[in-house]
């Protein structure tokens, strides 16, 4: 069936474009066009040839005697632990942040968006240690923790409980990191349900009280499902952020002990620089980013927003 | 006040421009300028190169400076790119991995005559490679055990002060004890003091392998795990594999594992100044530190040599240069490095920082080294020094060897430790 077997129904035809029209797109492509290049420029080329340096075998010493080697780099992640290791390393990590972050994240959140006093401070409190250098925090955890002469290992005796090794412990020093990265990131997480709260539609709130519901019902039943699409936006942005960390292994553990805090993105830079085996780390880099790009096509997909308002 | 203002300007011009004109008056070839990549406070120092300059007065410099632990990564960079520094300054024994990479220009045939004779044997074999000298050296370090006086003597301790008394490592623990002053493992005063190295954590090739090192013999025969447990890595940089993990290494880590764990005297965790704060009794280091307190002796000081198990050493190893091979003037960047590390230039280098000279002749010119303290230096560099394993891919047998030493000072256990430090370099090595 076409449009000439039908008549009185005209094929669909466009608009025709205005000169005006002609002009603003020239001129949003004449403004998109600079950052186009860069992006270009700056994140797909190497995206290009970082995949093909997968398959190579160089160091960055010597890059003119690279050679190709297939699959080898890959099948090398199978064969030896590191990738394995550091991935899970890398999965507990984010998986303790977001842990931490989304149900702290949604209190403060839920505390700024009242009529309590003193939110003012706490806003401020909690938003410093976003806008604090990854570098300092981690200066400053570091002294916290401190096997001997710590802070937390001060209040830790004070309370007549051991002193703890803290970042110098296998079993302990990926959670302290965890932690860190947390209390740094939850003001960032705050902020973004603060937003979300203050788009929830009141009347639904209000309607469930005059119903008989309480604040607690109301919470649950109201406020929690309409906050879906801000939760699935914070989870998203926070597993990427744990994902792409190098911060706190860099400068606090070196990813150590025993590999315990060697994070993906600290390993990779290790196998590259330090290592100079540049091809194992582009293949590394390829998989963190089909991981990173899977994880979040999945956290979107089940954190889907089922409501509108 | 207009006029006034124009003739500042102008004045103040013409002055800044005076030193460009006297080199451009002296200058009678084409100008070269010579890109020197270093750390910050390290060498070619101010001085000799301005001297050197007023014999090539068609040379000017222009310096980067990267802090110590972004250089191997800044060389990883620039060195292969089209425009890299003409002068690099690099860890010594790195030489071997730059070298087979190509990014080093070979110096051997323009090194001055009598250079062999001159040279420490430790330096000469940690900067060549396949029979070719990449870097003449200007400095040398190795590491000795500081004390404090006041606290030693506190706990009447004296400290032997000759390589021939020097204590074995289980003596110098008995002495951190005594001297100790709190728990252990959380005192006010710790009996090692940490490491100024990296981030103060233990672990280091550099400092804390000769422990096994030391609990092995290179006069053994050479299969056997003495002789191994010596050299730490197949002299020939072959391979790793029963070097590290040998009975005799792993009785010595076990020792080096209780210092920080069940002896509780050495800390896990840097201690910024620690010694220097009368914090710790014991402390080792470099001559650097000695200089430092000779010029502020802000405690009371005496070295004593590093303790061993069964063979004493050392490792040696400095900062270094050399002329990277894509070097757009190689001539003169040649002739710059030898003579830097040569005569008159190479003392004005070694004085700037109160390191040890690598030529045997420059050592008469520094009496500070004639006697105890600083001596201590001299006479274990001579008797006791060896360089770390030298390979073509030290970078990553120190990353991973730095490694399995960090986990067994944090508690790890050391036959598994070095085990996977076997593997990961037999993975290294296998590129």
């Known amino acids: 069936m076409t449009a000439i077997d039908c008549p009185g129904l005209a094929a669909p035809t466009r608009p025709r474009r205005t000169p005006r029209q002609r002009r603003d797109t020239r001129a949003a492509y004449a403004f998109v066009a600079p950052f186009l290049f860069l992006l270009l420029l700056f994140q797909y080329i190497p995206l290009a040839m970082m995949a093909k340096n997968a398959f190579m075998d160089y160091s960055l010493l010597n890059p003119d005697a690279a050679k190709f080697v297939g699959l080898l780099n890959f099948e090398d992640m199978l064969v030896f632990d590191d990738a394995r290791e550091s991935l899970a390393a890398t999965f507990l990590f984010a998986f303790g942040v977001v842990a931490i972050v989304i149900p702290l994240g949604f209190v403060l959140a839920l505390f700024l968006n009242s009529k309590l006093p003193a939110r ?76 979300g709260l203050q788009g929830v539609p009141k009347e639904l709130a209000e309607a469930a009280r005059i119903d008989g519901a309480t604040a607690g019902q109301v919470l649950w039943n109201i406020t929690i499902p309409l906050l879906s699409r801000t939760t699935l936006f914070v989870v998203v942005i926070m597993t990427v952020f744990s994902l792409q960390a190098f911060a706190p292994a860099f400068l606090m553990t070196d990813g150590g002990p025993q590999d315990s805090t060697n994070l993906i993105v600290y390993h990779i830079y290790k196998t590259a620089f330090v290592m100079q085996n540049a091809g194992y780390a582009s293949a590394l880099s390829v998989v963190l980013l089909v991981i990173v790009l899977g994880i979040s096509l999945l956290q979107m997909w089940l954190l889907r927003a089922r409501w509108n308002y | 006040m207009k006029p006034v203002l124009f003739a500042t300007l102008i004045g103040g011009t013409a002055l800044a421009a005076l030193p460009a004109l006297a080199q451009d008056a002296a200058c009678e070839g084409e100008p070269v300028t010579l890109r020197i990549l270093r750390t910050p406070g390290n060498y070619p120092y101010p001085a000799p190169m301005e001297a050197w300059q007023k014999d090539h007065p068609c040379v000017s410099f222009e310096i980067n400076e990267v802090p110590f632990a972004q250089l191997a990564d800044t060389i990883s960079v620039q060195a292969s790119s089209d425009n890299p520094p003409d002068i690099l300054v690099y860890d010594g024994p790195n030489t071997q991995s730059y070298a087979k990479a190509g990014i080093l220009l070979p110096l051997t045939g323009y090194l001055p005559e009598g250079w062999d004779d001159e040279i420490l044997p430790a330096t000469k074999a940690e900067h060549s490679y396949d029979g070719e000298v990449y870097s003449p050296g200007i400095e040398q370090t190795t590491v000795a055990m500081y004390y404090n006086k006041a606290l030693t003597g506190a706990a009447g301790i004296t400290p032997p002060q000759t390589l021939d008394e020097a204590w074995t490592w289980p003596e110098a623990l ?43 013999d290179p006069d053994a025969d050479p299969e056997s ?28 880590l076990d020792f080096y594992r209780s210092l920080f764990n069940e002896e509780g005297v050495a800390p896990k965790a840097g201690i910024p100044n620690a010694f220097f704060d009368g914090k710790a009794c014991f402390y080792i280091d470099t001559p650097a530190a000695g200089s430092a307190l000779l010029k502020d002796p802000v405690i009371e000081w005496g070295i004593t040599p590093i303790p061993y198990f069964k063979t004493p050493v050392v490792h040696t190893g400095s900062t270094t240069f050399g002329v990277a091979s894509r070097s757009r003037h190689p001539e003169i960047a040649v002739q710059f490095a030898v003579d830097m590390a040569w005569g008159e230039y190479a003392y004005m280098n070694v004085s700037q920082r109160g390191n040890l000279p690598t030529l045997a002749s420059l050592f008469e010119r520094f009496p500070v080294y004639q006697d105890y303290p600083m001596k201590v230096f001299v006479d274990q560099l001579e008797a006791w020094g060896q360089p770390r394993p030298p390979s073509p891919h030290f970078a990553q047998y120190d990353r991973i060897v730095t490694d399995a030493l960090r986990s067994v000072a944090f508690g790890g256990d050391p036959e598994e430790a070095m085990a996977d430090a076997e593997r990961e370099v037999a993975r290294a090595l296998r590129r």
Do not use: H
């Open chain 1, 120 to 195: 003012g401070i706490v806003r401020t409190i909690i938003m410093l240690p976003v806008v604090t250098s990854a570098v300092v925090v981690a200066t400053m955890w570091n002294f916290l923790l401190d096997p001997s002469n710590g802070l937390v290992n001060g209040a830790v005796t004070a309370v007549g409980l051991p002193r703890q090794p803290f970042l110098t412990s296998p079993d302990q020093a990926l959670v302290m990191i965890a932690v860190m990265t947390a209390w740094q990131q939850v003001g960032f997480a705050a902020i973004l349900f603060l937003g």
């Open chain 2, 174 to 216: 008995e002495a951190f004890k005594a001297c100790q002053q709190g728990e252990p493992g959380a005192p006010e005063v710790w009996g090692l003091g940490p490491t100024r190295f990296g981030n103060g954590q233990p672990g280091l090739v550099y400092q804390d392998l000769i422990y096994q090192r030391s609990a092995g």
């Open chain 2, 225 to 252: 795990s003495a002789w191994k447990t010596f050299w730490a890595m197949a002299p020939d940089g072959s391979t790793a594999e029963g070097y590290l993990d040998t009975p005799e290494a792993i009785e010595a």
